[in-house]
């Protein structure tokens, strides 16, 4: 009777789980096909109130639409503010990193963490170009990006369609490391020992 009772109850976890697989972040996926085929105000549609809501992979995507100007007028500003919102949301739960087998959690929210680096990657890429409405600042693009590479802990970022037939988008962690590495030469050896010393910096308070 507690072998079947064992079995009864894996098959229902992965029942669960295979569900999950399915659409573990309702209107993402048709949201990136739409971007894929540049149909860039149906996928807003879909994007935005859910940015609004707080949903991370919507938040990161609408700062992408802002940055380049997809189905919006391009405002830097505008990218940063919704960049920082999913940026800042990192949380220590399996669902958030991708694992599904044995784990559950909000719908809307499965690789969250990963979006968050994504953000915090573009975020310091930006930083450290600098753009028309924006000014260099090496220093807050080394903060970020030393998220990025710290928490992804040497592994590659998914940054789109992770469960779909989409082809999926990956932040290299080769990436990572050239963009870090080309920060550090704007900086002197005096502000990167400041910067690593430094402990305290808060990302929500910026």
Same mark, same amino acid.
């Given at each position: 009777?507690?072998?079947?009772?064992?079995?009864?109850?894996?098959?229902?976890?992965?029942?669960?789980?295979?569900?999950?697989?399915?659409?573990?972040?309702?209107?993402?996926?048709?949201?990136?096909?739409?971007?894929?085929?540049?149909?860039?105000?149906?996928?807003?549609?879909?994007?935005?109130?859910?940015?609004?809501?707080?949903?991370?992979?919507?938040?990161?995507?609408?700062?992408?639409?802002?940055?380049?100007?997809?189905?919006?007028?391009?405002?830097?500003?505008?990218?940063?503010?919704?960049?920082? +919102?999913? !940026?800042?949301? $990192?949380?220590?739960?399996?669902? %958030? /990193? @991708?694992?599904?087998? #044995?784990?559950?959690?909000?719908?809307?929210?499965?690789?969250?963490?990963?979006?968050? +680096?994504? !953000?915090?990657? $573009?975020?310091?890429?930006?930083? %450290? /170009? @600098?753009?028309?409405? #924006?000014?260099?600042?090496?220093?807050?693009?080394?903060?970020?990006?030393?998220?990025?590479?710290?928490?992804?802990?040497?592994?590659?970022?998914?940054?789109?369609?992770?469960?779909?037939? #989409?082809?999926?988008?990956?932040?290299?962690?080769?990436?990572?490391?050239?963009?870090?590495?080309?920060?550090?030469?704007?900086?002197?050896?005096?502000?990167?020992?400041?910067?690593?010393?430094?402990?305290?910096?808060?990302?929500?308070?910026?």
């Amino acid at each position: 009777m507690k072998l079947i009772s064992l079995s009864l109850l894996l098959s229902i976890v992965l029942l669960q789980g295979a569900c999950s697989v399915f659409n573990p972040n309702p209107g993402e996926t048709e949201a990136d096909t739409f971007i894929q085929q540049k149909k860039y105000e149906e996928a807003l549609a879909i994007i935005e109130p859910l940015a609004k809501q707080g949903i991370p992979w919507a938040q990161l995507r609408l700062g992408i639409a802002y940055e380049y100007g997809q189905g919006k007028k391009a405002d830097t500003s505008q990218a940063l503010q919704w960049y920082r +919102r999913a !940026a800042t949301k $990192l949380v220590d739960l399996p669902w %958030a /990193d @991708g694992v599904q087998l #044995l784990s559950a959690g909000e719908k809307g929210f499965f690789y969250q963490n990963h979006d968050a +680096r994504v !953000a915090q990657y $573009l975020m310091a890429r930006l930083y %450290a /170009d @600098g753009a028309p409405d #924006l000014k260099k600042n090496p220093e807050l693009a080394w903060r970020w990006i030393q998220r990025a590479t710290t928490g992804s802990e040497g592994k590659d970022l998914v940054f789109c369609c992770e469960n779909s037939r #989409l082809k999926k988008q990956l932040i290299t962690a080769e990436r990572l490391q050239s963009l870090k590495m080309s920060i550090e030469k704007q900086l002197t050896p005096q502000q990167l020992e400041v910067l690593e010393s430094d402990k305290n910096w808060n990302p929500e308070q910026e």
